[in-house]
């Protein structure tokens, strides 16, 4: 088993960029920076904020609602997982990048001011969760759990 999961929670770097490719599919890149802050260590040392930069990909509805609502500033929760491409560029020189695929995306904080008044937060919202539960877990959480030796563990 393997996880690929990623949630990023920064400041827009600047409005998405949306076109639209096979079967009139709308895809939206832009990018997001982080930031760790600084501090001094105690001898007395400044260690400055570190900004990294992330390229976001969302598709379909979340890069419909990128165009509309996501602007350069706004604060943003995204999670999605990382995806690596290469390709060759014009010169024939080896070229990749690292992308976060965004498949869920929520606008926080005070909505960017471009001339309306109107300054309430926009959530896109996240896919439902089902929380499945029976009485019997409830009663006896490790019932179903099962037993095992020593011999059986995978290492």
């Keep these: ?24 599919v709308a895809v939206a890149n832009f990018t997001l920076a982080t930031t760790e802050r600084g501090y001094t260590t105690r001898d007395g040392k400044t260690i400055p904020d570190r900004t990294e930069w992330h390229n976001i990909v969302v598709w379909r509805g979340l890069a419909e609602t990128a165009e509309k609502y ?6 943003l929760y995204v999670e999605g997982k990382i995806q690596t491409r ?27 001011d471009n001339g309306n008044s109107d300054s309430n937060q926009i959530e896109v919202p996240a896919p439902e969760k089902k929380v499945v539960s029976s009485k019997k877990s409830e009663e006896e959480p490790f019932a179903s759990v099962p037993q095992q030796d020593g011999d059986d563990l995978p290492f």
């Design 86 to 112: 290469s390709w060759t560029d014009k010169d024939g020189n080896k070229r990749s990048t690292v992308d976060i695929l965004g498949d869920v995306m929520q606008m926080l904080g005070r909505k960017i």
């Design 70 to 75: 996501v602007k350069k500033g706004m604060q």
């Design 1 to 24: 088993m393997s996880v690929n999961k990623v949630i990023l929670l920064g400041n827009v770097g600047k409005d998405p960029e949306v076109r639209y490719v096979d079967n009139n």
